[in-house]
Each structure stands twice: as structure tokens, then as C-alpha cells.
């Protein structure tokens, strides 16, 4: 019976879910292009990356977009320490009528460390609008107790110098006022960090991410589908940009749109993407579903511990063992 009343409960919090759940407002869309320039190699790869990006994203001019978004790492060097870099993305801007998000995996020249930052561009440069990467990738990005476990740096791709975290998270006014809430790599697998966005106005999710190291593998899909779900639980569209593939855009409902941008493509694409608006519940209250599970566990646990008690308590004494004459042998009655 308590299982039954479970699933009726959960099928009925499923279908109000839905229900209540933004629905894509068909006359609002945001043009929205993913550049991924696909594997280049080599020692010279961050220079040979960024000219391929370029002019990949040069196709894209006369497009009307709203915004153009690289991968993660999709430029290597500081754009303080490089106004040359700074100029070439400017004039992208330009050309194609929309603002670019970059991500820039680089030592900063305002601060010590290395970041992953992503970095918004338009016509006249850097607008200041810019994310640090919060949650980084054990090893991949930092090492955890370097003194202890810094070995892993010799038999591995072990970070060889840790990357700084950032603190907060920032939503970004892109296009013709459309606001989008950027997230780095495998951020896009922490469904809090796309909650938190959307209570702070996204009406877009931007994940920008590599997978390259992963090539071939599993990987790059498994990854890219993450969005999905994020797009469904907060009822925003969202964009799953890479380097090397798997890019992939999703609808409010978590819907594919147009098709992947597979393993080792190096194309440009422009994918129009239903604006949303409204709350689902997971925005609203969060993590309730996890907590109402526990608080339900931890209610049975308990009512079975004292149901437990109390047959202990209720159970009637075991008959003793029949007395024995002085030679061993039971006694018979009247003995």
C-alpha cells in the first residue's frame, strides 16, 4: 500500500511538473551560432586554433544573430596581454552583428593563476561581462592535496599548476537584451549552478566545454546530453558549445534542435532558439524531490525501529526447560 500511494504521488507530482512547467513562446527566438573548430594539434595549436575560429565565424556575417559562442579553451592567451587577439575578435563583432562569448584559458594579467574564464566581446571589444569557472575538474584542472598527490602529474595529464576558482556566478545582457547565464565544461553536470542562473534572470544556458582529451569515446555524447536535462529542469533553452565535438542545442523541453555537431566536425552552425519564460518547480523549491526522499526514508526507518520495539516488548516469554529428577531424567507429573 505505502509503495502504491509512492507511485501515485510521484506520477501526479510529475504531471503538475509538466503543466506548470514555461512553455517555448513561439513568436520570441534567439539566432544563436556555435563555432567548433574541430582537432588541431600541434605546438603552435592555440595561434592555429584561434585562425580557424576566426574564420569559421567570419561565415557566419549577414546571419542577424544574437549571439556567437566558442568552446571552452577556444583562446589561449590573456586578451590584456594581447589587444592584437582583443582587435581580431572586435572586428568579428562587427562583421556578424553579434556579440561573440569566447573562453579563455590563460594566466591573467590582473591577477596571479591561471583561469577559465568565459569572456563576452562585441563591436568595440571586451565588454567587462566575464565568468570564472567555479568548479574545476579534479587532476584535469587542479590537483587535490598536490603535496600528497602531486606524483600524478609524472604518469598522466595531471594539471601541472592548479587553476583558479572563481566566486560567483554572472548572467550576461547579449543581443537585443536577451540574458544568458554562461557555465564552463563539466559545470553543466551540477543541476544547481543552472537553478541559480535561472533565478537570476537567464533566459538562455551557455555551456562551453573541450572534451577533446576524450576523443572517440563515449564521452563527447554522454556529455553533450547533460544539457538536456538541464534545459528541462529550469524550462530555459540551452547551448552545449565544444572544441572538437559533441555540440548540441536544446529546447525548454530538453528537445534537440537542428542536429549535433558531431566528433571531429569543424563547422559553424546557426541554431534559432525558442525564448522561454515563467518558473518550473525545480527553479522555484529546488532539490525538493531528493529531501522529501530522504525525509521519507528516514520516516520509515524510524516507524520500523519502533515497530520493532515493540514486538520485541509484546513477544510472550519462552516456556523454560521442564525440570529433572536428581538423576537427569525429566520428572514426571505428580513427581
Excluded at 573541450?210 to 524550462?235: D, K, N, V
Excluded at 510472550?316 to 529433572?324: C, K, L, Q, S
Aim: aromatic share 6%; glycine share 10%; net charge neutral.
Amino acid at each position: 500500500a505505502a509503495a502504491l500511494a509512492g507511485l501515485v504521488a510521484t506520477a501526479a507530482a510529475t504531471s503538475a511538473a509538466w503543466v506548470w512547467s514555461p512553455r517555448p513562446d513561439t513568436d520570441e527566438r534567439a539566432a544563436i551560432a556555435v563555432v567548433q573548430p574541430g582537432v588541431v594539434a600541434g605546438a603552435d595549436s592555440a595561434d592555429r586554433r584561434f585562425d580557424r575560429e576566426e574564420q569559421l565565424t567570419r561565415r557566419l556575417a549577414d546571419r542577424d544573430l544574437d549571439l556567437i559562442v566558442w568552446g571552452e579553451s577556444s583562446v589561449g592567451f590573456d586578451l590584456d596581454d594581447r589587444p592584437d587577439l582583443a582587435r581580431r575578435l572586435a572586428a568579428l563583432s562587427r562583421e556578424t552583428g553579434a556579440d561573440i562569448l569566447v573562453n579563455v584559458d590563460a594566466r591573467r594579467s590582473d591577477k596571479p593563476g591561471i583561469y577559465k574564464s568565459s569572456v563576452l566581446v562585441g563591436p568595440q571589444g571586451p565588454t567587462g561581462d566575464r565568468y570564472d569557472k567555479m568548479r574545476l575538474v579534479p587532476f584535469g584542472e587542479y590537483v587535490p592535496f598536490r603535496s600528497l598527490l602531486g606524483w600524478a602529474t609524472s604518469v598522466g595529464k595531471a594539471a601541472g599548476e592548479d587553476r583558479r576558482q572563481g566566486t560567483e556566478q554572472v548572467v550576461m545582457d547579449v543581443g537585443d537584451g536577451l540574458r544568458i547565464g554562461p557555465m564552463v565544461c563539466f559545470e553543466s553536470a551540477f543541476p544547481d549552478m543552472s537553478r541559480s542562473l535561472v533565478a537570476d534572470g537567464a533566459e538562455v544556458l551557455v555551456a562551453q566545454s573541450s572534451t577533446s582529451t576524450f576523443q572517440h569515446t563515449w564521452a563527447p555524447e554522454q556529455h553533450a546530453s547533460l544539457a538536456a536535462l538541464r534545459a528541462a529542469e529550469t524550462g530555459r533553452p540551452m547551448v552545449h558549445a565544444t572544441l572538437t565535438g559533441v555540440s548540441a542545442v536544446y529546447d525548454a523541453n530538453g528537445a534537440r534542435i537542428g542536429s549535433w555537431l558531431g566528433t571531429d566536425a569543424s563547422a559553424s552552425r546557426v541554431y534559432e532558439v525558442p525564448v522561454t519564460h515563467g518558473t518550473t518547480p525545480y527553479v522555484r523549491y529546488g532539490d525538493w524531490t531528493v529531501y522529501a526522499a530522504l525525509g521519507i526514508l528516514a520516516a520509515w526507518g524510524a516507524a520500523e525501529g519502533v515497530r520493532t520495539v515493540r514486538l520485541r516488548r509484546n513477544r510472550p516469554a519462552r516456556p523454560g526447560p521442564p525440570a529433572r529428577t536428581a538423576h537427569g531424567s525429566p520428572a514426571r507429573p505428580g513427581h
